[in-house]
């Protein structure tokens, strides 16, 4: 019988669906265990074959644990709000919604054709107001909560309230934006407006005055990975840091929790670096400079408060409001043009980019510990968002203050006479000097250093700065708040009005406050976001509901939010929904909750460590702290999968003898005999184990239809190279084509076998056929030549057991380990086995068929019903290894001479060393070998090899 993959594929894809196969229930006499994909945004260029990389191998770790007998929860769903979708619907007056639903129907129907055994029923798309409605549920939630530090949890921020009524800001250890201090009776004196700005600057969720990258041409605030050099990644229009009041998360609030969190997670070391560098713990002094003559003063903030001695310059963020106090009038026109230039410039871009760039203020300050005077400058280095946003400037001890100083010619000034301050000779760990003992560098009040180790010179600074009051021991965070709000239409609409200015909470029982038509998907006319436009928005206190804004009177009818959320509100707790997509009365039900718990396996891109992952992470701790979920981490394991790198082809035009009308093409290994030849990208699908279909490629195109080509051995030979999967190279592969030619479980079975699920690596279709070859040879072990007969009952051969039962211990190995690459191999090397040893055995060969299920499960639950299984293959029990069928009775050992191999010779397992020696030395291939030489040794390596030295 032949492998007939598409009438298999199509009937088992049906079955599934039609019998609710992968449905899932709370079951607690069955442990659980819950695989989830990063939520994919559904474009509407459709899936390539790059994008099934990591469902493919959490899919296989699903149906594995399945097997395995736990309850595995593995759903999918849409992050379907986003900025591609409303430009499309700019560019096409086509509403967001529409395309976004078409282009989740085409994703739909890829991911089946694959065959995922996704939980459908628990489908979620954040588009959906019955989904929405939790994210501006938990917003509302945040908005009405501050952190207190004490206590290290989110708490009412009505609790809050209490304490100002009490206590006013006596005693108070809670986050915020700026420290204020009034009195209880300050605090009862302020009018509600007043009040409401007081909390504001205690709130999780709160409007705050920030820079943001703002793109006029796509009339909306950017993330930091939507820009590169200076303009929008879609669209490329130009991009400048404003000061914007926005919608703000504290997600700083939670950063010393965020790391310790990471200790209790199973990351990679890597993933989890990268998180703790972004939260940026860092302890430290704030110390305060006075500015010469004049009554202003700063406080900057300093891990080396030792080394102030070495402050030569002070250095502010462009962005810090000391630049316009402290600029002179004669330094005004450079600063304002450097200003200019440093708005292009996101926070990233400055972070990463080394090239130095600065203007000087005109002010200068007053080093507390000596006296001197320090020039004020400005420079794009120093962030606003971390510290205060000014720096004392120590180029003898950092690389960035060095190269700054060297730059603008500026002092460098050592802590140890006669000290290194060149480039080169920074440590990397404390900087050029070990020990700090200031030589000669003593304060006006006799303050030294002398003959301290760096730590001791860290604790005694502190304490001087303390104890003369000029400054305060202090822990910074790099981490800032994410900044919350979008001026776009696609996206969750904010449950906010505004009375007296001051943003109000739309009743928790009138959620989802859905989003509004609009006519457009532009600004407005007079630059308010897209939602300016619609008509019904205005909020009704009386009726609650939403009416016409012509209603507008600021007594009972109110505006509503014009800006909308970002992407990572709909991504931030999806997870939850998952477990209890229907409840409409919770986020997530309790008894889901504690039944699901969190996250096993967490299987998406590197590209989110320092987004999605830390928001996530905020996300849930928030909720945890209300007890609206049970574990702080909401993902316990997680896997990065690599990045699938298309497979480019080229065709030469020979410019010499070319035409416009008549291009001439000469073939790859050819090339070589002509001056002027331009490679050319070549669409794939007209390439086959890189040969050219000529015929297809002339009518590809038209300028190449009276194209000449120079051949080799009668073919077109094309190039290729290895390089990002994109429409402009000509190199996306369409799963839909993989699957129509060779089936979904060679597609499965194929992007595994390319090498480790972590790992980038370039896709060839030209080796696809290999794993194609395979399933029709491994289809063949359980079908007699010329014969519809199945499988017998025949004993299993010593040999088989052997085969399979390493197969299943190799597999196993490699599921837990994800080196799904090499438990393929181990597939083909056993199925190439069985089929040498004529095995026929039902048992054995059962186990092989539950064995590969999870990498190729159509062809799997054809043979598993073939042979008389009950049920669907998912629902079997993984096979389990017996070592008594892994011993080996015979081993191969290899015969060198000085190190060289030789001969193989064959000896009983565990054959003492005595009798190993002997027989070689008796082998008649020995004496060839020594060649008359006198041997010097015999090294024998038990079960292994043996080396004959000689002289």
């Known amino acids: 019988m032949d492998y007939n993959f598409r009438e298999i594929e199509k009937k088992w894809q049906k079955a599934w669906v039609d019998n609710r196969t992968y449905k899932v229930v709370e079951d607690t006499t069955k442990q659980k265990y819950y695989v989830l994909n990063m939520f994919p945004y559904p474009s509407g260029a459709g899936l390539h074959v790059g994008h099934p990389l990591g469902y493919i191998a959490s899919d296989i770790y699903a149906r594995y644990k399945r097997l395995k007998g736990f309850n595995v929860l593995n759903p999918m769903g849409y992050d379907a709000y986003g900025l591609p979708a409303e430009q499309y619907a700019i560019k096409t007056g086509q509403h967001p919604e529409k395309t976004t639903n078409e282009n989740i129907a085409h994703y739909r129907e890829q991911l089946d054709k694959i065959g995922f055994s996704f939980d459908w029923d628990r489908e979620v798309r954040t588009c959906d107001p019955g989904y929405y409605h939790w994210t501006?549920?938990?917003?509302?939630?945040?908005?009405?909560?501050?952190?207190?530090?004490?206590?290290?949890?989110?708490?009412?921020?009505?609790?809050?309230?209490?304490?100002?009524?009490?206590?006013?800001?006596?005693?108070?250890?809670?986050?915020?934006?700026?420290?204020?201090?009034?009195?209880?009776?300050?605090?009862?004196?302020?009018?509600?407006?007043?009040?409401?700005?007081?909390?504001?600057?205690?709130?999780?969720?709160?409007l705050g005055e920030t820079m943001v990258n703002w793109c006029a041409g796509l009339g909306t605030v950017l993330a930091n990975d939507e820009v590169v050099d200076g303009v929008s990644v879609r669209g490329g229009f130009p991009v400048v840091q404003r000061r914007m009041q926005q919608w703000c998360l504290r997600v700083s609030a939670y950063a010393q929790r965020l790391l310790d969190g990471l200790d209790t997670i199973d990351w990679s070391d890597s993933i989890k670096e990268t998180q703790r560098n972004w939260i940026g713990r860092s302890e430290g002094t704030e110390v305060e400079f006075n500015v010469k003559d004049s009554d202003k003063h700063f406080t900057i903030f300093t891990t080396r408060a030792d080394t102030m001695f070495g402050v030569s310059f002070m250095v502010l963020a462009p962005e810090s409001e000391l630049?316009?106090?402290?600029?002179?009038?004669?330094?005004?026109?450079?600063?304002?043009?450097?200003?200019?230039?440093?708005?292009?410039?996101?926070?990233?871009?400055?972070?990463?980019?080394?090239?130095?760039?600065?203007?000087?203020?005109?002010?200068?300050?007053?080093?507390?510990?000596?006296?001197?005077?320090?020039?004020?400058?400005?420079?794009?280095?120093?962030?606003?968002?971390?510290?205060?946003?000014?720096?004392?400037?120590?180029?003898?001890?950092?690389?960035?203050?060095?190269?700054?100083?060297?730059?603008?010619?500026?002092?460098?000034?050592?802590?140890?006479?006669?000290?290194?301050?060149?480039?080169?000779?920074?440590?990397?760990?404390?900087?050029?000097?070990?020990?700090?003992?200031?030589?000669?560098?003593?304060?006006?009040?006799?303050?030294?250093?002398?003959?301290?180790?760096?730590?001791?010179?860290?604790?005694?600074?502190?304490?001087?700065?303390?104890?003369?009051?000029?400054?305060?021991?202090?822990?910074?965070?790099?981490?800032?708040?994410?900044?919350?709000?979008?001026?776009?239409?696609?996206?969750?609409?904010?449950?906010?009005?505004?009375?007296?200015?001051?943003?109000?909470?739309?009743?928790?029982?009138?959620?989802?406050?859905?989003?509004?038509?609009?006519?457009?998907?532009?600004?407005?006319?007079?630059?308010?976001?897209?939602?300016?436009?619609?008509?019904?928005?205005?909020?009704?206190?009386?009726?609650?509901?939403?009416?016409?804004?012509?209603?507008?009177?600021?007594?009972?009818?109110?505006?509503?939010?014009?800006?909308?959320?970002?992407?990572?509100?709909?991504?931030?707790?999806?997870?939850?929904?998952?477990?209890?997509?229907?409840?409409?009365?919770?986020?997530?039900?309790?008894?889901?909750?504690?039944?699901?718990?969190?996250?096993?396996?967490?299987?998406?891109?590197?590209?989110?460590?320092?987004?999605?992952?830390?928001?996530?992470?905020?996300?849930?701790?928030?909720?945890?702290?209300?007890?609206?979920?049970?574990?702080?981490?909401?993902?316990?394991?997680?896997?990065?999968?690599?990045?699938?790198?298309?497979?480019?082809?080229?065709?030469?035009?020979?410019?010499?003898?070319?035409?416009?009308?008549?291009?001439v093409f000469v073939s790859y290994n050819l090339r070589k005999n002509y001056k002027d030849v331009t490679p050319i990208h070549v669409w794939i699908n007209l390439v086959k184990n890189d040969v050219l279909d000529i015929e297809g490629f002339k009518q590809w195109s038209p300028e190449y239809r009276d194209a000449e080509f120079i051949l080799e051995d009668g073919k077109y030979v094309c190039g290729f190279a290895t390089e990002k999967m994109s429409k402009s190279m000509y190199n996306v592969v369409n799963p839909d084509d993989i699957v129509e030619e060779y089936g979904a479980d060679t597609l499965r079975l194929y992007e595994m076998f390319l090498g480790p699920v972590e790992a980038s690596k370039p896709w060839d279709t030209n080796g696809i056929d290999g794993c194609f070859r395979f399933l029709k040879k491994f289809w063949n072990l359980y079908w007699k030549k010329d014969s519809n007969s199945i499988v017998d009952d025949a004993p299993a051969k010593a040999e088989s057991l052997k085969s399979v039962h390493k197969l299943i211990k190799k597999v196993s190995d490699d599921i837990e380990k994800f080196s799904y690459n090499t438990s393929i191999s181990a597939f083909m090397i056993c199925v190439n086995e069985l089929g040498q040893q004529k095995c026929t055995n039902h048992a054995l060969l059962t186990d092989l068929v539950v064995l590969i299920a999870p990498f190729a499960p159509h062809i799997a639950e054809e043979l598993w019903h073939a042979m008389g299984g009950q049920g669907s293959v998912c629902d079997a029990s993984w096979p389990v290894y017996d070592e008594k069928y892994l011993k080996e009775d015979e081993v191969k050992m290899m015969v060198s001479f000085n190190g060289k191999v030789r001969f193989p010779m064959n000896f009983a397992a565990n054959t003492p060393k005595e009798e190993v020696e002997k027989a070689v030395l008796a082998d008649e291939r020995t004496a060839k070998y020594l060649g008359g030489k006198n041997i010097v040794k015999v090294i024998v390596v038990p079960n292994r090899i043996v080396n004959i030295v000689v002289k």
């Open 323 to 663: 630049v316009a106090e402290l600029t002179t009038a004669d330094q005004k026109a450079e600063v304002d043009k450097y200003l200019a230039y440093v708005k292009s410039r996101t926070e990233l871009e400055r972070m990463s980019d080394h090239h130095v760039t600065g203007v000087f203020s005109g002010s200068y300050a007053v080093n507390p510990f000596t006296g001197d005077s320090i020039p004020i400058w400005i420079s794009e280095y120093v962030l606003a968002g971390y510290g205060t946003g000014a720096i004392m400037a120590v180029p003898a001890h950092d690389s960035r203050d060095y190269a700054f100083a060297r730059h603008f010619n500026l002092p460098i000034i050592p802590l140890i006479e006669g000290a290194d301050v060149s480039e080169a000779s920074f440590d990397a760990k404390e900087g050029i000097v070990t020990n700090s003992p200031a030589e000669g560098k003593e304060s006006l009040d006799g303050f030294s250093l002398n003959g301290l180790t760096v730590k001791e010179a860290i604790a005694a600074t502190k304490k001087f700065v303390t104890e003369h009051h000029i400054g305060r021991v202090k822990v910074n965070y790099r981490l800032r708040d994410a900044i919350f709000s979008r001026q776009r239409y696609w996206g969750e609409p904010f449950p906010v009005y505004y009375k007296d200015g001051m943003p109000q909470m739309i009743p928790e029982e009138c959620l989802p406050l859905e989003l509004p038509e609009i006519d457009k998907y532009e600004p407005t006319e007079t630059g308010e976001p897209p939602l300016g436009r619609a008509k019904k928005w205005a909020w009704d206190t009386a009726k609650k509901e939403v009416v016409d804004k012509s209603l507008i009177d600021n007594k009972t009818v109110f505006p509503i939010e014009f800006n909308t959320m970002p992407g990572f509100a709909g991504s931030s707790a999806y997870y939850l929904r998952y477990m209890d997509p229907h409840n409409d009365k919770e986020i997530v039900g309790k008894k889901a909750d504690e039944y699901w718990r969190h996250v096993d396996l967490y299987v998406g891109g590197t590209e989110h460590a320092t987004g999605h992952l830390i928001y996530s992470r905020f996300w849930n701790k928030f909720l945890h702290d209300y007890g609206y979920s049970c574990e702080e981490e909401p993902f316990q394991k997680l896997v990065n999968q690599g990045m699938i790198q298309g497979r480019s082809n080229f065709v030469y035009r020979v410019n010499e003898l070319s035409t416009d009308k008549k291009p």
């Open 136 to 206: 501006q549920w938990a917003f509302e939630k945040m908005f009405n909560s501050f952190y207190c530090n004490k206590c290290q949890q989110a708490r009412p921020i009505a609790e809050l309230v209490s304490h100002f009524e009490e206590s006013g800001t006596d005693g108070l250890d809670v986050a915020q934006s700026e420290e204020l201090s009034f009195t209880a009776d300050e605090w009862k004196s302020m009018d509600d407006a007043t009040k409401q700005r007081t909390l504001m600057n205690y709130r999780i969720a709160y």
